[in-house]
């Protein structure tokens, strides 16, 4: 792995599938996504199981650990750089989740997510 690059042409893509369970994980996941869409690659989050619940308003407001950034404000900064969340439909489904979410978020399942990563992506998993 190469440190220190610039390179801001491909699009990345961080699955999760970890809610507040494990927030650390969280943490871990949006510090990568962060990252990505703050360097300016076109960034896509895909949220299922438990992270599902992390695209409801109000719900990602945990801070994983002494030192750790709170959770807003890693989604808060993702959204301001242009980063996306794409939902699992059924997992939002199979909570019974509220479908108002996030900004930034839209209800998607695989097929979404293989369109737009289109011919390819750096991947990140959860």
């Known amino acids: 792995m190469t440190t220190g690059s610039t390179a801001t ?3 990345a893509v961080v699955n999760l599938t970890t809610g507040l369970e494990d927030p ?3 943490t871990v ?3 990568t996504a962060v990252a ?3 360097s300016g690659r076109p960034t896509m989050t895909f949220l299922s ?3 599902a ?3 409801v308003p109000g719900v990602a407001t945990a801070t994983a650990c002494a030192g750790c950034p709170p959770l807003t404000e890693l989604f808060e900064r993702y959204a301001t750089a242009g980063g996306r969340f794409l939902v699992c439909p059924i997992c939002v489904d199979a909570k019974r989740l509220d479908t108002d979410l996030i900004p930034g978020a839209e209800l998607g399942g695989t097929v979404p997510l293989w369109e737009w990563i289109g011919d390819g992506a750096t991947t990140f998993s959860f």
Request: net charge positive; proline share 0%; hydrophobic share 50%.
């Open 49 to 51: 199981k438990e992270a």
């Open 53 to 55: 619940r992390l695209a």
């Open 29 to 31: 996941a949006m510090l």
């Open 36 to 38: 990505a869409a703050e």
């Open 9 to 11: 042409s491909g699009r």
């Open 24 to 26: 650390e994980r969280v």
